[in-house]
């Protein structure tokens, strides 16, 4: 089963910047649409953040990290990134990436993520006022 592994999270003050990175072992990443998700402290269900899919064609951004981060991949080294810039308390969160292979706009949907499964431990962007 595939592997994810989350890196890049930390403390980081509001306005500050953190770029995430995420590898990708045992799949054949070119298959498939990658995605970077989080859930905050007492939420129950992950959020889409960015989705990129197999090509890098298609781009679906969450509304309020729009303009403020970018999803970007790397097929050859396995990886994803995201650049996060202008960081807001709101940006708290455990933050995880994820293969599917569906179309992005399925990042929209919290249910549709929830059907998602072998997710790694994420990475942790927590930030200060």
């Known amino acids: 089963q595939e592997k994810m592994v989350e890196s890049g999270g930390g403390l980081v003050q509001a306005g500050g910047s953190l770029r995430l990175s995420c590898t990708v072992s045992?799949?054949?990443?070119?298959?498939?649409?990658l995605g970077w998700f989080r859930q905050a402290a007492g939420a129950t269900e992950r959020e889409g953040v960015a989705?990129?899919?197999?090509?890098?064609?298609?781009?679906w951004t969450e509304d309020s990290v729009k303009g403020r981060m970018t999803i970007s991949r790397d097929n050859a080294k396995k990886s994803l990134y995201l650049e996060m810039e202008s960081l807001t308390l709101e940006d708290t969160a455990t933050y995880f990436c994820?293969?599917?292979?569906?179309?992005?706009?399925?990042?929209?949907?919290?249910?549709?993520?929830?059907?998602?499964?072998?997710w790694g431990q994420g990475t942790l962007v927590a930030v200060t006022s």
């Open positions: 994820q293969a599917f292979p569906m179309p992005t706009s399925i990042c929209a949907h919290k249910t549709i993520i929830a059907t998602l499964y072998g």
């Open positions: 989705c990129i899919d197999k090509n890098g064609g298609n781009i």
């Open positions: 045992d799949l054949n990443v070119e298959g498939y649409s």
